[in-house]
Each structure stands twice: as C-alpha cells, then as structure tokens.
T-cell receptor, first 118, second 114 residues
C-alpha cells in the first residue's frame, strides 16, 4: 500500500489565486512528521513546510500553509496568492517514528505538477 | 554559504562501467542520504548514513555502494550491476535527533548510461 498518495498529477491556477495540493498518508505510528518540498525544473528539492503529528495547530510559512486533518490522514498544502515562480513539482513526504533503528527515512509521494498562469 | 554540493551536474557513462557520484556538505549534519528519481516519479531512498563509518541500505540499494569516511562526504558508486542506472540522483543531509528534521538537498546529478 502506498504510504503517501498525491492524486493530482497536474494542477493549473491563475496568478494571485490560492491553490490546494492534496496529500493523504498511511501510517500506524502515533508519532510522525509530514513535509512538503518544491522541485523547480532545475531539479533541486526545496523544503517548504513541516507538520508534526502532535502539533495541534496547522503549520504556516509565509504563503504556504498545511491543512492537517489527522483523523482523515490528510496533509494538504495551500499556497495563497500564487506567483509565476510557484510553477514547479510539489512533493508530500513523511517521516515515521522519530529516530529509531530505521533512521530518518523520508517516504515521498509521486508529486503534483503545478502551473501558474497569467 | 552552508549547503550541499554534488558534482558533476551531468554525467555520461558507457554500460558496464562503474561511476562515482560526489556529495559534500558543510552543514555539520550527522546524517546523509542518497535518493534516486525517475521521470514523473517521487524520490526513492538508496542508502543513508547517520554517522561516520556506518550506513544502511534503503529501499533500492541493489547495484549501488557507498562509503562514509568523513562526516562531510558521502559518495555513491553506481556499479555495473545496477540494471537501469540512468536517473536523477539527489543527495541530502539532516540533523539527527529525537524530533523530525527536514532534509536539505543538493542540486542533483543527472546520470545517463548508454
């Protein structure tokens, strides 16, 4: 079973509009962390935002916010006031169980390609 | 500036040759990781290391080898045993501790084997 599911292969949004990128996850751990990364066409992975499973408030970082619904196991990324430079691939990822013998192994989804239009 | 460097950005090799990808970090992170990315897909973990002289296999370690002789360096060798070596390879590093820490990524190396 997929641990991280991103069901939107591609999304379009108009400049200055808000957009939500979906992410659902599957884990039996009580303690885990959820991350969103941005990958521009140049290829590097840029960390955007983090949500811990015990955090009661949704994480926010500038124009990025994470809509965390623990019971539904979803961690959607919301980008407000989209800019042309937001056009990129976006990946949701999960770390399970903290530092254990298994190490900090990030599990990635397959990504959503976002295109911001004028 | 602190960060992760990977060299070269593009690498071309003939089938049957081993090739080593470089990864260096000056973030003073204990943990380092190697990921592989195929077109249209997410990243898959090849190997990771939490401390010098120790490393563990990830999900797709077959056909790859690593070493961790220095904290700053974590080179990846793609051996001739790797059946489909053409891919984009990303190196990352992170703090090790009791919380969940983001991984910082290098710019990647695009390997083409013909």
């Amino acid at each position: 079973a997929q641990k991280i599911t991103q069901t939107q292969p591609g999304m379009f949004v108009q400049e200055k509009e808000a957009v939500t990128l979906d992410c659902t996850y599957d884990t039996s751990d009580q303690s885990y962390g959820l991350f969103w990364y941005k990958q521009p066409s140049s290829g590097e992975m840029i960390f955007l935002i983090y949500q811990g499973s015990y955090d009661e408030q949704n994480a926010t970082e500038g124009r990025y916010s994470l809509n965390f619904q623990k019971a539904r196991k979803s961690a959607n990324l919301v980008i407000s006031a989209s800019q042309l430079g937001d056009s990129a691939m976006y990946f949701c990822a999960m770390l399970e169980g903290g530092l254990t013998g298994g190490g900090n192994k990030l599990t990635f989804g397959t990504g959503t390609q976002l295109k911001v239009e004028l | 500036d602190g960060g992760i460097t990977q060299s070269p950005k593009y690498l071309f090799r003939k089938e049957g040759q081993n090739v080593t990808l470089s990864c260096e970090q000056n973030l003073n992170h204990d943990a380092m990781y190697w990921y592989r990315q195929d077109p249209g897909q997410g990243l898959r973990l090849i190997y990771y290391s939490q401390i010098v002289n120790d490393f563990q296999k990830g999900d797709i370690a077959e056909g790859y080898s690593v070493s961790r002789e220095k904290k700053e360096s974590f080179p990846l060798t793609v051996t001739s045993a790797q059946k489909n070596p053409t891919a984009f390879y990303l190196c990352a590093s992170s703090i090790v501790g009791g919380d969940f820490y983001e991984q910082y990524f290098g710019p990647g190396t695009r390997l083409t084997v013909t």
